[in-house]
């Protein structure tokens, strides 16, 4: 049964065509994924209740240097070990304040999701952002239609995961071996850049809304890409060569990565043989942005899409209600 909702709300969602409290159908297309014969094993979902939720941080080694990133876990009750999954953030407007701005709990309901899944969730900042140590690594390159740039910003972005990764898979409730990464815009962006460079253990791919390159007019987000050319071509880098399956999560109504664009993206990453699923929803009844479908009122329509992936890609699952 849908929670209390303002009459505003139900104005917009008229306007938008969508139901106000229903989930919104996805069209699914599927490039070289090779579905699991036997998919993960299920067991009971964990209940809320028996959910750990803890704010910290974790030391990490990046070539030469130590940085302390800041981090927000959820894991299930028990000894484990679990598997892993690793979340992160988009990259906002605004320079340097905005970055210090990032809050790590507009992730919690994502995190809640994995580890009711019965995963080790840590939703972390990368350098620059947050808490975190370190200068920002993620300069977005809206001049280079090569996609070099993007590219490095991504690959950046992907070091960070990587050096998470590899330090919570000594924690001993933490089974290494099974590694589920997830982000939103520029942290989709970089996790999709792990694909053809994977870290030890990495098995699957979540991207919400991936990408970089989105455009601002006075004060608020605009339909436009910075750089279309070297958005598509960063994604084909991604996708050469890359083994680990992935799936990307679109919105039909993403101002800064409209259907179009996507497409081309997702064929340029398809092109080699990568492994990925698209799931592409309609308009999102709590926003006109569907950028925004990570969002805890977006959990109907995107924690179903995150089951089937897991499933077909054999990877650990439990099942969520998706109506708690």
């Not at 800041?70 to 009750?77: G, N």
């Not at 699957?204 to 279309?228: H, L, Y």
């Amino acid at each position: 049964m849908c929670k209390r909702i303002y009459a505003a709300t139900f104005l917009a969602a008229a306007l938008l065509g969508v139901a106000a409290c229903g989930p919104t159908k996805s069209v699914r297309t599927d490039r070289n994924l090779v579905l699991s014969a036997t998919p993960g094993l299920e067991s009971p979902t964990v209940p809320v209740s028996a959910l750990v939720v803890a704010r910290g941080s974790v030391s990490v080694q990046i070539g030469y240097g130590k940085y302390d990133l800041e981090t927000l876990t959820v894991t299930p009750s028990g000894p484990g070990p679990f598997p892993l999954a690793v979340i992160s953030h988009g990259v906002p407007f605004g320079g340097e304040t905005a970055r210090r701005k990032i809050r790590l709990r507009r992730y919690l309901p994502l995190a809640e999701d994995f580890a009711r899944r019965g995963y080790k969730a840590v939703v972390f900042a990368r350098r620059g952002f947050a808490a975190s140590s370190g200068p920002y690594q993620e300069g977005r390159g809206c001049r280079d239609s090569t996609g070099l740039s993007f590219a490095l910003s991504a690959r950046n972005g992907g070091i960070d995961y990587a050096a998470v990764i590899e330090a919570f898979a000594t924690y001993p409730d933490v089974d290494g071996s099974k590694v589920v990464v997830a982000g939103q815009s520029g942290g989709g962006f970089a996790a999709s850049a792990l694909a053809s460079n994977p870290p030890p253990g990495l098995i699957g791919i979540v991207s919400f809304a991936g990408g970089r390159g989105g455009m601002k007019k006075d004060g608020r987000r605009i339909r436009g890409n910075c750089n279309e050319e070297g958005f598509v071509r960063a994604f084909g880098r991604f996708g050469d060569g890359a083994t680990i399956p992935a799936l990307w999560l679109y919105s039909t109504t993403d101002k800064l990565f409209w259907p179009e664009l996507v497409d081309r993206a997702f064929e340029a990453y398809a092109a080699n043989g990568a492994p990925v699923r698209l799931e592409r929803v309609g308009a999102l009844w709590f926003t006109d942005n569907g950028h925004y479908l990570y969002r805890r009122e977006g959990r109907r329509i995107w924690s179903p899409l995150i089951d089937a992936f897991l499933d077909a890609i054999g990877a650990p699952n439990r099942k969520p209600d998706t109506a708690s």
